[in-house]
């Protein structure tokens, strides 16, 4: 795989723990933990999206 297609599939899920973060924040009988968990993936994505982005400095 690619280093852009793999991008692309980090950013695509990305986007879809987003929805489904918003979507289960929208519900009150979702529990603080499975929202945690869902930012906790959000978050880790979005750290090895910008290390694929950010060009290895010598």
Not at 20 to 47: G, Q, Y
């Amino acid at each position: 795989m690619s280093l852009a297609n793999h991008l692309e599939e980090l950013q695509r899920k990305h986007g879809d723990i987003e929805r489904e973060l918003d979507e289960a924040m929208l519900h009150p009988s979702v529990d603080d933990l499975e929202i945690a968990t869902l930012k906790r993936r959000k978050l880790a994505l979005k750290d090895e999206i910008e290390k694929l982005k950010v060009p290895t400095r010598h």
